[in-house]
């Protein structure tokens, strides 16, 4: 592989704050921006003048969970102290905020019908991945006993119920309520999960004892080739632009990695000053943003070659790409979708 020289000018800094950034993310539909830190403040942001919007106060401790529902209409935060607030993503406003878990609420992700919330806490003696409805906020019967601490939570993004969870033995994988598989290839725990949008790969990031990405094959749940090498601390944050053609990975070795998923090379590398937490890309995946223990939101240009549409001025087409790979009402996959969790029918008694 040839020899990359890491960018260290990013096209914009966001900054508000004298605190670590722990997560960041695009709103759906949208030109705004949501974040959340150490000084236990949500702030959404507006991405064409860098402005801060709202500062969404309510938190009562760090807050390192962060995720926004998949029709760009409502934002969820977890914090130190285990507690789960919602927010109104246009207005900022809460909508309602419940104690989901004992302590260190750090993992969250919206269904892919944005009908409920599943938390996960890394304190190690609360093992468990629960399951909220985002209309009540009543928690649903069912949880998973992980047996382990868990790290991260992510669903797949198309229409099926199929859950990742990263623990520190191993991935464990639910589909409809079901234990599917248990994934163990790093040689440690596993900090780090993303999808492609089609949901036939599911990545993965290791841990100070083995910072590699690793690829899986979700028809087989067998991994694809060897790890990816290139980060020499923890991998913290992995994302997949929704072309699927390329991933994003933060790193506590100070750079965040750009991969081409056609070869697994790295095709660029961005420079922090210190630990880089969070990464992701923007919706039309030209930009991608990154933060962490620098205590700023930056914002760097996608390497060239990184769009598969020839014209990206055919707004028709890409935008009809992006909503594809969005929604939740099919897959790219010719598979038949599993069914719903049987709890989820509970949400409409609850609702009504």
Partial sequence: MAHIDPITTPDRVFDDRTHTVYAVADVPYSQRMVSSSEDRMVRLWDLKTGEVLKKMEGHTGEVMGLAVSRDGQMIATGDENGELIAWHAKTGESL?????????????????????????????????????????????????????????????????????????????????????????????????????????????????????????????????????????????????????????????????????????????????????????????????LSAGYDKKITDWKAPKGILPLADVSNKVIFARFTFLSLSHLASFNSKVPEPAPKWQSASKVISN
């Fill in 96 to 288: 309602a905020k419940v104690k989901v878990h004992g302590s260190a609420l750090r993992s969250l992700d919206f269904s892919p019908d944005d009908a409920f919330v599943v938390t996960a806490s890394s304190a190690p003696n609360d093992q468990k991945v629960k399951f909220w409805n985002t209309k009540t906020w009543a928690q649903y019967p069912g949880n998973y006993d992980c047996g382990s601490t868990v790290r991260c939570v992510r669903y797949a993004r198309s229409g099926v119920y199929m859950l990742a969870v990263a623990t520190d033995q191993d991935i464990q994988i639910y589909v409809a309520e079901k234990l599917q598989a248990k994934l163990k290839g790093h040689s440690h725990g596993t900090l780090s999960l993303a999808w492609s949008p089609d949901r036939t790969r599911l990545f993965s990031g290791g841990d100070d004892h083995d910072p590699s990405i690793r690829e899986w094959d979700t028809s087989s749940w067998t991994q694809v080739g060897l790890p990816w090498k290139g980060h020499t601390y923890k991998v913290n944050c992995i994302a997949v632009n929704s072309f699927g053609t390329h991933a994003v990975s933060a790193s506590s070795d100070n750079s965040v990695r750009v991969w081409q998923l056609s070869d697994k090379n790295t095709v660029a590398i961005f420079q922090h000053t210190s630990s880089v937490v969070c990464a992701a890309f923007s919706a039309d995946g030209t930009h991608i």
